[in-house]
């Protein structure tokens, strides 16, 4: 279904309820029946008070949930395919090269005794199987120019 300018819709929630379970006795409703719809070239904020559920919201895109959260209902269509039928192998491919998530606490991001480089090239071993290691360096290099941060300053 396009969105209002006639863009493809890249995302849809519909109805996704996120419970966490604990134990047997306790049952904690984190999301509830939360739908929406994100179009080609817009942009979506989700906004609300701490402890409300966005955190929650966004690890269940991803299916990044801990062990004691479950979607107990609705679907998670990204570009006409419900991540939610997928297999953890199938819902990896998508991790990363389509569906990512940037956390907002930047104390969080890196970890403060590596450098920002090598966990760089971490992330890009992980996820860009193509570059080969003896070009590593370089793209790591190309992707910290393009933000502004020039080789002279990375540490």
Same mark, same amino acid.
């Given at each position: 279904?396009?969105?209002? *300018?006639?863009?493809?819709? %890249?995302?849809?929630? $519909? ?8 134990? =047997?006795? !306790? ?5 509830? *029946?939360?739908?929406?719809? @994100? ?14 559920? +966005?955190? !929650?919201?966004? %690890? ?5 949930? &801990?062990?004691?959260? /479950?979607?107990?209902?609705? =679907?998670?269509?990204? +570009?006409?395919?419900?991540? @939610? ?28 005794? /590596? ?14 199987? $193509?570059? &080969?290691?003896?070009? %590593? ?19």
């Amino acid at each position: 279904m396009p969105g209002k *300018n006639n863009s493809p819709t %890249l995302l849809e929630v $519909k109805n996704l309820t996120v419970e966490f379970m604990p134990d =047997k006795k !306790t049952h904690l409703v984190a999301v509830e *029946n939360v739908s929406f719809s @994100l179009h080609e070239g817009e942009v979506l904020g989700l906004v609300g008070e701490s402890g409300c559920g +966005k955190t !929650t919201m966004m %690890l269940s895109l991803l299916r990044l949930l &801990p062990g004691a959260g /479950r979607i107990t209902a609705g =679907k998670i269509i990204y +570009k006409h395919q419900d991540l @939610l039928d997928l297999e953890e192998k199938q819902m990896s491919d998508y991790r990363w090269k389509e569906i990512a998530i940037i956390f907002q606490g930047a104390m969080n991001a890196l970890n403060p005794v /590596r450098t920002v480089h090598d966990q760089i090239g971490e992330a890009i071993t992980c996820h860009e199987l $193509k570059t &080969p290691k003896d070009k %590593l360096d370089g793209r790591v290099n190309d992707l910290l120019e393009m933000v502004g941060i020039p080789e002279d300053l990375q540490i």
